[in-house]
């Protein structure tokens, strides 16, 4: 299993269309074998779900994310949990010992509406 989490400053980024970091964990028999960091060299959105498959990735743990990013990632068979917010890590551990505390259907709507700043699961998107 590969895990990626959208990443800055060891904390889970707010937005998964926006993240210019994932940090990304190979995990075998329920425990992390490797973990790294990769820039998403200015993906975005969409796009974000190919860059992921690329890297091998079948789950992902962010906080908000959009419709139509989180139909991309359904479509390229990737598992989310969103809606999650604190240390990266400590959320891969949480995933991994089945206490992670996610938004099953976490969507971010501010590319749908255009009403400006509201609020998506722990976090405010502009």
Do not use: R
Not at 69 to 82: R, W
Request: aromatic share 8%; net charge negative; charged share 15%.
């Amino acid at each position: 299993m590969k895990i990626a989490v959208t990443y800055e400053n060891g904390q889970i980024f707010a937005h998964f269309g926006h993240t210019e970091q994932f940090k990304i964990y190979e995990v075998e028999d329920n425990k992390i074998v490797s973990e790294g960091i990769v820039d998403t060299n200015g993906n975005g959105h969409g796009a974000l779900a190919g860059f992921l498959t690329g890297h091998g990735v079948d789950t992902l743990i962010c906080g908000g994310i959009g419709g139509g990013a989180k139909m991309a990632l359904a479509e390229a068979g990737i598992t989310l949990y969103g809606g999650v917010s604190g240390a990266a890590d400590e959320a891969v551990w949480a995933l991994l010992s089945g206490t992670l505390n996610y938004v099953p259907d976490i969507t971010c709507n501010q590319h749908e509406h255009g009403h400006g700043e509201h609020s998506c699961g722990h976090h405010k998107c502009h």
